[in-house]
């Protein structure tokens, strides 16, 4: 399985023990100690704050910890396992003993530190790996499992990694949620038993859980303080993450791809890899846990995570299926006078025998609709370079529909089994394709690759993949090998992207799945951006956005202003409040501009021009999450500075809305304390300015008092709302 590696950074202690034993893997704030004793198990010793040489030479004693990095199914079957096998003999007892330790400088500054363990009794070995990376407090890992018995030997349970924690008031923040409700936060302590986290989606990953979690090992999470651990495992198919919390002294946190129906036959010298874990460890609470992932993503994982992005409008809501060239030129023209960057036509452009006119039909047929577009995709083009902005294009490559010249040509590639009736989504006809087959590798490759050759003007594209595996089987895969299906889907996913990305390196992709259904570092190697959700509702997206923010930084999320009412929710919220959420992400547009109002275009124009001008602090500054919105406090507060503490934007947004209601004052965070800071509102609308418009205040003073926030806005009657929201750019003085 070819999976991305990341950088970790492993520096090695002073010395690795009087016997050469102790493995220090540290990062610039991080320690994990590791025991490598030749001819034993492998153990964890220690994970938390960096040590001293002086704490690590009696380590062990102090922790107590003495737990397997890697237990396998064997000597303890009563406990949980990272790695369960059944040998080529039909034994499943394994018992691994490290054989050999390596450790590589990489030419970019990381370090991978490498333990071999060995079975006593069979030919058979696990890699554990673990990487480092430059400037990173985030430590990855992942582990080869080979095997070199005669006959093939099944793998029933393969986790990338396995993390003992202390037991005492440990409490667990994760990420659920469903279609156009994504990323909803739950914190609850942890309970005897076990806490089971999974997707068996298939083809998506994050709409109903998150591969992610954060652990607080101080009691209730906090934001600013508490030793703080997080995990996400790097990887866009099925997952299953489980704390087992047993009659010890520990919880137990595995992470690995879902072994259910998953069994994997391992022949004679076949290597299968799994993906990467990566964790990290702060003691500045979720908030520094989350800067410790941006800091690591933006510059290792994400595609392009450095560059900025641009202010774009999306078809979809503006106009859904009903592309022609009028509306999409007019849509051109609105963004452009508005200040964006870019336009994307969403579905509907394409389909020959098939027009795709509703969603029920076209999938794999990816050839213009010339009847919609009689002047093809060169002519939106050239209208866009004739309007000043860049042009971008939906796909979802990796479906078909029955009602399509594709499916009819080739039905075999579709996931099915052969007992079973093709059943998909909409209408029954959407299917997927199953990525198992090197044959429809070459055709999604060849998808994008012909579509960008052809039009190598395109900006940008916009990947969806709205449909879970049904009628499971593959009909490419041998019977003896249809427990590969969901691991050999993504593992050709990841191949084909791989392809794409080295052929089209430039090219923003956002990884859209029903809305938020690949937000995963696992495929952001791959992609610039996700699409946080499909409901594009204000309100709601502060708390989608919220949640998402654990884990990802703001120049990976897609955050669109929508139209009122919403078309999710049907609730209407006017532009101010509306530009000011989706302000503090990718900022864009998802609605027809030319049915917004006189009032909504200007608002809008100001916030664009605005967002162009701090784009750099949003999308690339440090996160400091200020108030929560699932504290039902009545407002939510969040900020973005820059690593160099030097400009700053401050967000307040309120949430509900009462008479007489008494709002709590919001103090700021991660400023520098010694300097002194203007205040500038973005995106005005009221007569008159802030009363501290223009005044300047030191970082301490703004960190211990925060700043006053009208609960209104001061506008001409007409105009109220129940609404109010405020972006602040706070500007270090020279």
């Known amino acids: 399985m070819k999976i991305q590696i990341f950088t970790l950074s492993l520096l090695c202690a002073s010395a690795l023990g009087a016997s050469g034993e102790v493995l220090d893997i540290s990062t610039h704030s991080t320690s994990l100690v590791l025991n490598a004793v030749e001819g034993s198990p492998l153990k964890i010793v220690y994970y938390g704050e960096r040590l001293a040489p002086a704490d690590l030479d009696a380590i062990h004693e102090a922790t107590g910890m003495w737990q397997d990095a890697y237990p396998a199914y064997g000597y303890n079957p009563k406990a949980e396992a990272a790695l369960s096998v059944t040998h080529s003999d039909g034994y499943m007892a394994t018992d691994l003993a490290v054989s050999h330790t390596a450790r590589t400088s990489r030419p970019d500054g990381s370090t991978l530190t490498t333990v071999t363990m060995t079975d006593r009794n069979y030919p058979f070995t696990v890699d554990l790996f673990y990487l480092t990376r430059p400037g990173s407090d985030v430590i990855e890992t992942w582990t080869a499992i080979t095997s070199d018995e005669k006959k093939p030997v099944t793998l029933n349970r393969f986790m990338s990694g396995y993390l003992p924690v202390r037991q005492g008031d440990v409490w667990l923040s994760s990420l659920y949620g469903s279609w156009a409700n994504e990323t909803q936060l739950t914190e609850e302590p ?39 651990i997080g995990a996400a495992l790097c990887y866009p198919g099925n997952y299953k993450i489980f ?45 520094g846990v989350s800067r410790n992932f941006h800091s690591w993503g933006r510059k290792y994982q994400l595609h392009n ?79 866009a370079d004739s309007i000043g902005v860049k042009f971008g294009i939906w796909i979802e490559p990796e479906m078909t529909n029955t009602a399509s010249e594709l499916f009819e040509a080739h039905p075999d590639w579709v996931i099915k089994a052969p007992a079973l009736d093709n059943r998909g989504s909409r209408g029954s006809t959407q299917l997927v394709l199953d990525m ?72 923003i992709i956002q990884a859209c799945a029903s809305g938020g259904g690949r937000a995963n570092w696992g495929l952001m190697p791959y992609f610039d951006e996700f699409w946080t959700s499909d409901n594009n509702d204000a309100l709601q997206r502060i708390y989608m956005q919220w949640g998402t923010s654990y884990f990802f930084p703001a120049v990976a999320m897609g955050s669109h202003i929508s139209a009122s009412p919403n078309h999710q929710t049907f609730r209407r919220i006017p532009a101010k409040f509306r530009a000011d959420v989706a302000m503090s992400g990718r ?54 500075v820059t690593p160099e503490k030097d400009d700053a934007v401050f967000f307040w947004w309120k949430t509900e809305t009462f008479m007489n209601q008494q709002l709590p004052r919001v103090t700021l965070d991660g400023l520098d304390p010694d300097r002194l800071y203007t205040v500038t509102e973005l995106n005005p609308i009221d007569r008159r300015p802030l009363a501290v418009e223009g005044k300047t205040y030191s970082g ?16 001409e009657y007409h105009q109220n709302t129940d609404y109010a929201s405020r972006v602040i750019r706070l500007t270090a003085k020279e």
């Open 305 to 383: 995570g450095t560059a900025s992005r641009p202010v774009l409008l999306n078809s979809w809501e503006g106009c859904y299926f009903d592309i022609n060239e009028p509306t999409m030129a007019g849509m051109m023209a609105d963004i452009a006078e508005m200040g964006g960057e870019l336009f994307v036509m969403d579905d509907g452009w394409f389909g020959d025998k098939y027009p795709r006119n509703v969603d029920n039909s076209s999938l794999g047929d990816w050839v213009v609709d010339t009847r919609k577009l009689p002047h093809g995709i060169n002519g939106l083009l050239d209208t």
């Open 587 to 640: 900022l864009g547009l998802e609605m027809q501009p030319k049915n917004m109002t006189d009032d909504e275009r200007r608002v809008v124009r100001r916030a664009i021009e605005d967002y162009k001008k701090v784009r750099h602090i949003i999308q690339q500054g440090d996160l400091y999450r200020l108030l929560s919105p699932f504290d039902r406090k009545g407002v939510a507060s969040l900020m973005y």
């Open 436 to 507: 198992a087959n090197p044959a429809v590798q070459d055709f999604v490759f060849n998808i994008v690759d012909t579509l960008l050759t052809s039009y190598p003007r395109i900006a940008y594209i916009k990947w969806d993949a709205n449909d879970p595996v049904n009628n499971a089987g593959s009909q490419y895969l041998t019977s003896d090998r249809q427990s590969h299906l969901y691991i050999d889907y993504h593992k050709g996913l990841l191949a084909t992207l791989e392809r794409i990305r080295a052929a089209h390196p430039d090219v």
């Open 190 to 228: 942890l309970p005897h038993g076990v806490r089971m986290i999974k997707n068996k989606d298939g083809v998506r990953n994050s709409h109903t859980a998150h591969a992610e979690v954060m652990l607080s090992l101080d009691g209730r999470p906090s934001e600013t303080s508490g030793r703080t």
């Open 700 to 715: 301490r003073y703004l960190m211990a008092n925060g700043l006053p926030i009208p609960n209104t806005h001061d506008v």
């Open 243 to 287: 704390i087992d919390t047993d009659d010890g002294d520990y919880h137990h946190l595995f992470a690995g791809i879902n072994e259910e129906n998953s069994a994997y036959q391992l022949k004679k010298g076949e290597t299968f890899t799994t993906p990467v874990l990566a964790f990290t460890y702060s003691p500045d609470g979720l908030g």
